[in-house]
């Protein structure tokens, strides 16, 4: 069983840069499709990014995101760069093999972006 641990949140004004991490451990890291979503006050989750052996990313965050990944070390990153304060949200790392749903969750850390 895989657990996900997330860092890097924080306080930024809009058009700056957060990096945030997810540390994985339990489980053999490299089968694991990481990503990340999110969620709004009063919104639903959304899906941000996501890395297996490629990267996706929603349309809302192409080009200011990266996802990367580090299977040597178990962390996936997430590079956040001109952000926006609609990216203000509470940000997950969250795991699955193959083409099961995500049914391993971190915590989440906090990301505001202030105008």
């Known amino acids: 069983q895989v657990q996900l641990v997330e860092s890097g949140g924080g306080l930024v004004q809009a058009g700056g840069s957060l990096r945030l991490s997810c540390e994985a451990s339990?489980?053999?890291?490299?089968?694991?499709?990481i990503a990340w979503f999110r969620q709004a006050p009063g919104k639903e989750r959304e899906f941000v990014a996501a890395i297996s052996w490629r990267a996706s990313y929603a349309d809302s965050v192409r080009g200011r995101f990266t996802i990367s990944k580090d299977n040597a070390q178990n962390t996936v990153s997430l590079q956040m760069n001109d952000l926006k304060p609609e990216d203000t949200a509470v940000y997950y790392c969250?795991?699955?093999?193959?083409?099961?749903?995500?049914?391993?969750w971190g915590r989440g850390t906090q990301v505001t972006v202030s105008s």
């Open positions: 339990g489980g053999t890291f490299s089968r694991y499709t």
């Open positions: 969250a795991a699955r093999q193959g083409i099961e749903a995500y049914n391993y």
